[in-house]
């Protein structure tokens, strides 16, 4: 009886080394080894710039939330906006301001302010990086129709995309070893859009109004190599998905970051497959100013509330749900793009 025991127990060794030393694990086929080599080779860690530090990028979150809905015409959006233009400042930026008065879907005169941030003003090659700092009015999107009509925090919606932004200008002028330029331009009235409830029809071209204005008035002269749109870069479980407008008009500049997403240690958050198409700030750099732009934007493929996740357009985009690892995937990502500018 104890021998048989000793060799059950001698059987049930061997098969645990031979398992660790995975002799037992399933087959690979030449073509999905040579795949997973290909892929390993693509994908070959090499970060370069200075570390994004999301902290950081979480307390600009913060501080915009802080000012309260940053709506049109209210006094929380000035307010913000002048923070905002004074931050950029204090990091070593000159800051120029586009102010114009821009009709909204229902005829309200909306004031507003495109402000344009410049690392290093005086490079003839530039990168434009941008985001929209204005909140949605109206939680037209909320599960609870009572709030429709409430203005949102826009932690992601808005504060997310001006935070990295902020963050990386903090960075370069930290290091001032980046000698191309970026222009950070913080768009206003993205997010007048016609609402759910307002009968009227949707049309797009409601929508990202301070973005329209600046791409048909562009600073004297101005020219970019191509830009970058954050939207929606602080969500839990966010992904940024391929998305369309950006795939029609600036297909190689996609390729190029997801590129550097991977170099950067950051590929999961940027799966190599397609989004919607989707109305937002880049459109009119792409068709009007002719300024190929991609837009970082968040997609979640599997969310019922909105493909664009489960807060958008609700009184749930507020500081609670923002995640450093989002902003840290996406602001890693565009320093990695930035540095690997030659
Ligand atoms: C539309 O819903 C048409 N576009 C999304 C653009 C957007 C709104 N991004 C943030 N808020
Ligand atoms: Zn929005």
């Known amino acids: 009886m104890k021998k048989i025991i000793i060799a059950v127990i001698m059987i049930a060794v061997i098969a645990l080394i031979a398992y660790s030393m995975g002799l037992f694990s399933t087959s690979h086929s030449a073509a999905e080894e040579a795949e997973e080599a290909e892929m390993a080779a693509a994908e070959k860690l090499n970060p370069v710039g200075p570390a994004f530090n999301a902290d950081s990028a979480y307390a600009f979150v913060a501080a915009q939330c802080a000012f309260g809905p940053r709506a049109m015409n209210t006094k929380s959006h000035d307010n913000c906006g002048e923070w905002i233009a004074k931050k950029f400042e ?30 290093n003003p005086e490079s003839t090659t530039r990168i434009l990086l941008c985001a929209h700092w204005d909140t949605r009015p109206w939680a037209d999107n909320d599960p609870d129709s009572a709030n429709w009509r409430k203005p949102i925090d826009g932690a992601n919606d808005g504060a997310s995309g001006v935070a990295v932004m902020l963050e990386i200008a903090r960075l370069l002028n930290q290091n001032k070893n980046l000698n191309i330029g970026v222009d950070f331009v913080c768009f206003d009235a993205e997010d007048w859009g016609t609402p759910k409830w307002s009968g009227q029809e949707d049309s797009e071209d409601t929508w990202a109004l301070g973005a329209q204005h600046f791409a048909t008035n562009l600073p004297a002269g101005y020219e970019a190599r191509y830009g970058i749109l954050l939207d929606l870069v602080g969500g839990i479980g966010a992904k940024f998905y391929r ?21 950067a ?21 792409n068709e009007k100013a002719k300024i190929p732009t991609i837009d970082i934007i968040a997609f979640y493929p599997d969310c019922v509330q909105s493909s664009f996740g489960p807060t958008w357009h609700t009184l749930n985009d507020n500081l609670q749900n923002i995640d450093r690892n989002t902003l840290k995937a996406v602001g890693q990502t565009v320093i990695q793009t930035l540095y690997s500018e030659k």
């Open 90 to 119: 204090s990091f070593g930026c000159k800051v120029k301001n586009q102010r114009t008065e821009l009709r909204g879907y229902d005829g309200t005169m909306l004031r507003c302010r495109n402000i344009m941030a410049s690392y």
């Open 243 to 263: 998305e369309g407008m950006s795939k029609a008009f600036a297909p190689d500049i996609v390729k190029k970051v997801w590129r550097a997403a991977r170099a």
């Open 265 to 285: 240690g950051y590929g999961s958050f940027f799966p190599k497959s397609d989004g919607g198409m989707i109305t937002d700030d880049h459109v009119p750099l």
